[in-house]
Structure formats: structure tokens, C-alpha cells
């Protein structure tokens, strides 16, 4: 207990209580989504991706999930206890941010006779590792390496997300030496086992900023196969409307699914973050109609000028998914073609889904009859 107060203070004293990550209304969490908006089908239960969280102990892998899809603040991970046992979740039956998270235990052996490798490293999704750089990280190089090689060879396509984590201690040379040092070593590791084929990416990140959410977004979006498609429609729809940057979030986590294909800077990231909080806390407040559950839908909207001639534009594109773009004050001046604009993308985006339900109505008519059903056997596409 004295270690956590003295953890908790030391926090409180670098980042203040403005660092409070997830300032959602506890109550506003997934639901049912509206039927005429339903992209649950997006993803069919069996195809729904997965993510691997792996790591040694204490490295902070529940502490992730925790934060970015429970809204708990930083401090509050200070309680989380040991993971035991695999803890699977499926985040979200509703929203496009569609997958299950798998939390391993730090002391997980996959020579286990009960570890079933086929089964948990097989199908579509992605292995994140998390390091804790603040510790001595040869330990967690040598098992990242095992896990990459083993996971590797059940299943070739699994991709790999190495999280530099907890680069809040760190002062910012450290972070690029650190940095430096682990993507030298891991890869030279892998040339060593002759598996120079094997892609690592490496993210810095610390759940006391918004580089967690940052970091999960390029995770998750690379799980979306619509993600070349949503980010073409992103690039129309800034061309055409004079906006510098459009990111689409999952409200809830704060991920963003897709943005144009100009550079993400983090400040950029974070301001819209912001604009959500500031969003949600209002509608919380003042929006609630009686018996209404969540304080969005799709018709929400926001306009926030800065007093450095920016604009922040919001729009719901459904009830979890937001578009939020940043502008140039002078830019706005034309907001009849700019709300005009968003009305096209959103009904563009909807045929995106529309064009996958489809499909996926298609699969499940087609297993459920015997004569198809034999033919999934030898592998239809979808
Ligand atoms: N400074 C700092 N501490 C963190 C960060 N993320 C997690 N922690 C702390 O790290 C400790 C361990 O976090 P857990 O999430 O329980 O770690 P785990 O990897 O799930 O641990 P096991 O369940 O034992 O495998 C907790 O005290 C967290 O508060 C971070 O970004 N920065």
C-alpha cells in the first residue's frame, strides 16, 4: 500500500490530474447499435481478428487493455492484480473497432503440453509484445524472440507489434536509444535465426499519454480491410473542403480507425481526443434525453475555433464512429460545402459497410445450406 501511494503521488506530481486518460461518463460504454447502422457484421463471429497480448510479468499488458478500452485512469492500474490465466474479451459486438484481445499471463510457456499453439497463434490478427523499458529488457528480448519464431511458424501472416512500453520514466534521448537498442537487437536476432523475412514493427509507449491509444490504433487498423478504401474517401473529403487533417475515431476508445495519408503528428492526435472528452462530457451533462442511454448519436456534431484561427469540426458518422477534422479558421468560411461534403462521405462510408454485409449474408445463407456448405469445405471467398 505505501508503494502505491508513493507511485500514485509521484505520478499525480509529474502529469498532474489533467493527465486523466479516459474521461468518459462511466456509463456511456458499448451497446446494441442502431439496426439501420448495425456494422457488427462487419467482421462474421469466426473471422473476427485477434489481438495476442504478450509480455513478460508486470510489463503492463492488462494495464493497456484496461486503459484503452475501460476507460480506467493510469493510477487506477496501480491495484491491477497478476494475470493468472489467458483472459480473452471480445471488444465490442457493436462498433467497427471489432476484435477479440487475448491477455496472457507473463509467465505463460508454450511448451505446456495445455498451450495449444495452432489454436491461439492460428487465424487473422496481430501479436503485440509488450517490454517494459524501464526494466533491464534482455529478458524480454530473448522471449520476444522465442514467441516471434514460434508464433511465426504456426502461423506465417500473424503480425508482430512490439510496445516500447512505459517510456513515461524515460527522458527523451533515452526513449530513441532505447528504442535504437531494442529494434537492433530483436532484429539481429531474427537475421541470426535466419528469419530476416519476419516484419517487427516497434511503437514508444506509456499508458500516462496518448501514445497507448496511438499506438493501438495502427494495430487495430491494420486488422481492417477496408482501410485502403476509408482512407481514399478520408483524402476526398479534405481535398474537397479545404480541411488539413480528418481522423475517423471509435468514440469509445478513442482509436482511430483511419485518417488521410498526410503525417499524424501527436499533438494533432491528442486535440482531437480532447474534442471527444470535451464532447461527451457536454452531451452527458446537457444532452440526455430521458431514457436516452448514451449521450451521442449520429446526428451529434461540434464546432470548436481556437484562438489560433483552427477549427475543430466533429461529426457522428454512427453512433460509435466520429469524424474529426482540424481546419484553418479562413477555410470554414465555407461550411455549407463542408457539411455538404460529410454528408456524401458518411453515405459513402455507409456502402462501404453496406458492400460487407452483404457478403457476409452471403456466407452465412451459404453455410447453412448442406449442398454450399460442402463447397465452404474446399474454401469459397468472401
Ligand atoms: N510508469 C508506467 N507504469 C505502467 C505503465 N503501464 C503499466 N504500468 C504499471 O505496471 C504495473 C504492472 O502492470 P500490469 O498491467 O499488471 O502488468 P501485466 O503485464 O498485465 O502483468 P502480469 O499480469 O503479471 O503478466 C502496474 O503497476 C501498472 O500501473 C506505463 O505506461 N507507465
Avoid at 492500474?77 to 507473463?106: A, R
Avoid at 497463434?121 to 534482455?138: C, E, N, P, S, W
Avoid at 530483436?186 to 499506438?215: K, P
Avoid at 480528418?246 to 501527436?266: E, G, H, N, P, Q
Wanted: glycine share 4%.
Amino acid at each position: 500500500m505505501a508503494s502505491y501511494s508513493q507511485e500514485e503521488e509521484k505520478h499525480y506530481r509529474e502529469y498532474g490530474p489533467g493527465c486523466e486518460i479516459g474521461s468518459f461518463p462511466k456509463d456511456f460504454v458499448y451497446g446494441p447499435d442502431d439496426p439501420d447502422q448495425d456494422i457488427s457484421l462487419i467482421f462474421a463471429p469466426d473471422q473476427k481478428p485477434k489481438i495476442l497480448l504478450m509480455g513478460l510479468r508486470r510489463s503492463g499488458k492488462s494495464s493497456i487493455q484496461k486503459v484503452v478500452f475501460h476507460k480506467m485512469t493510469p493510477n487506477e492500474t496501480l491495484f491491477l492484480e497478476s494475470t493468472n490465466k489467458i483472459e480473452s474479451e471480445n471488444i465490442s459486438n457493436s462498433s467497427f473497432v471489432q476484435f477479440k484481445i487475448l491477455d496472457f499471463p507473463g509467465q505463460i510457456d508454450f511448451f505446456e503440453p495445455s498451450f495449444d499453439s495452432e489454436k491461439i497463434f492460428g487465424g487473422h490478427g496481430a501479436l503485440v509484445f509488450v517490454i517494459d523499458a524501464q526494466d533491464d529488457y534482455m529478458e524480454a528480448l530473448n522471449r520476444l524472440h522465442q514467441t516471434v519464431l514460434r508464433a511465426h511458424k504456426v502461423n506465417p501472416h500473424l503480425r508482430f507489434e512490439v510496445f516500447i512500453h512505459k517510456v513515461d520514466g524515460l527522458s527523451d534521448d533515452t526513449k530513441i536509444e532505447t528504442q535504437r537498442d531494442i529494434h537492433q537487437r530483436a532484429n539481429d536476432e531474427l537475421v541470426d535465426a535466419g528469419m530476416e523475412q519476419i516484419h517487427l514493427s516497434f511503437y514508444l509507449t506509456s499508458i500516462y499519454d496518448h501514445s497507448i491509444f496511438e499506438a493501438f490504433s495502427k494495430v487495430v487498423q491494420k486488422l481492417i480491410p477496408q482501410l485502403p478504401t476509408l482512407e481514399n474517401l478520408l483524402n476526398l473529403f479534405i481535398s474537397n473542403s479545404g480541411i488539413e487533417k480528418a481522423f475517423l475515431f471509435d468514440v469509445l476508445s478513442k482509436i482511430y480507425i483511419a485518417t488521410d495519408s498526410s503525417a499524424v503528428d501527436m499533438q494533432s492526435y491528442e486535440l482531437c481526443c480532447e474534442m471527444i472528452d470535451v464532447v461527451i462530457d457536454i452531451s452527458d451533462i446537457y444532452g440526455k434525453d430521458e431514457g436516452a442511454q448514451v449521450p451521442f448519436d449520429k446526428e451529434s456534431s461540434s464546432i470548436i475555433k481556437l484562438n489560433n484561427a483552427t477549427v475543430l469540426y466533429l461529426r457522428e458518422v454512427s453512433r460509435y464512429l466520429a469524424l474529426v477534422c482540424i481546419l484553418r479558421e479562413e477555410s470554414f468560411d465555407k461550411q455549407g460545402l463542408i457539411d455538404y461534403n460529410f454528408l456524401c462521405f458518411r453515405k459513402a462510408i455507409q456502402d462501404v459497410f453496406d458492400v460487407r454485409k452483404v457478403q457476409l449474408q452471403q456466407l452465412t445463407s451459404s453455410l447453412s445450406s448442406p449442398i454450399l456448405q460442402n463447397s465452404h469445405t474446399n474454401g469459397p471467398t468472401t
